[in-house]
């Protein structure tokens, strides 16, 4: 695995066929990811974002273009790619450390597993709940425990779909905090697909705003202030302005609503 290749697609497209129809789902799709980097993705509810991730981690195999990690192309899942869903999706039957461990690959020794387990308990704060089974967690703790699992092979790049969805509005502000801070320790590349205009600049390096359906990359813009950001600054506000009116440019009257 190479640790400082970029992530590059290029000139992707996806259409799902059905029985009787068919989708253009992305849309010459281009973009290159640096190693490291935070991106968050926006865009509209049946844009493909959940697609994009889906080809980038190898879940969906059949696009046209190229997905690249450096020179080496992306064929299928693989432990150099991580992936975190809307619902934390553990095994109910499986402890906390069960959960994490569960993906870990099989070589390992069981006192390297152990070390890598604990490891990835304490990075995400929830030591003490090793031995818990998901339905004696908080939703936030849970998404913990499947952030975690998604790390435990240290990957490469690490694919969010809108991890915190489900959450209340303060414990999404906690895992934000949280995800910026494994990524400080980490330095994994995280793409984040979220609905949360604020959540995507305070945590993104770059937004890509993408269009509705068929789904391809409108904007890509940049957010150069300093971490922690504060939500509340004109510069903050001033990109906030901006993704919204690349959202709803076609709806301009919804604009002086939401902003
Ligand atoms: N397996 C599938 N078979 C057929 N069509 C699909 C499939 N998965 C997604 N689609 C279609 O592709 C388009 C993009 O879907 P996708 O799930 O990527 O959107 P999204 O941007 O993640 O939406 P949301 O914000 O609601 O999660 C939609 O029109 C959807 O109906
Ligand atoms: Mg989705």
């Not at 981690?57 to 192309?73: A, C, P, T």
């Not at 809108?162 to 895992?175: H, K, N, S, Y």
């Not at 801070?181 to 984040?192: D, F, G, P, Q």
């Amino acid at each position: 695995m190479n640790t400082t290749a970029p992530l590059i697609i290029k000139n992707v497209h996806k259409t799902y066929h059905a029985e009787n129809s068919t989708v253009d789902a992305l849309v010459d799709i281009n973009l290159k990811v640096k190693p490291g980097e935070f991106v968050s993705i926006v865009g509209s509810s049946g844009c493909g974002k959940s697609t994009l991730l889906k080809l980038i981690v190898g879940l969906e195999n059949h696009f046209r273009g190229e997905i690249r990690l450096g020179d080496d192309k992306i064929k299928g899942t693989d432990v150099d790619r991580g992936m975190v869903f809307q619902e934390a999706r553990l095994f109910p039957w499986l402890t906390v450390e069960e959960n994490i461990a569960f993906g870990l690959v099989e070589k390992l020794s069981a006192k390297e597993k152990k070390k890598i387990v604990e490891h990835h308990i304490n990075l995400v704060n929830l030591n003490g709940f090793a031995k818990s089974y998901p339905h004696q967690l908080s939703g936030g703790m849970q998404q913990r425990t499947s952030i975690a699992r998604a790390l435990v092979n240290n990957p490469k790049i690490l694919t969010l779909d809108e991890p915190f969805g489900a959450l209340d509005a303060l414990t999404r502000i906690q895992m934000q905090q949280e995800v910026l801070r494994i990524w400080a320790l980490e330095k994994t590349t995280m793409l984040l697909v979220t609905h949360d205009v604020d959540e995507a600049i305070f945590l993104g390096d770059r937004i890509v705003v993408m269009s509705s359906r068929p789904g391809t990359i409108n904007k890509i813009i940049p957010v150069d202030l300093p971490r922690p950001r504060d939500r509340n600054s004109d510069e903050f506000v001033k990109i906030k302005k901006e993704i919204y009116a690349e959202l709803f440019k076609e709806e301009q009257e919804f604009l002086d609503y939401v902003i």
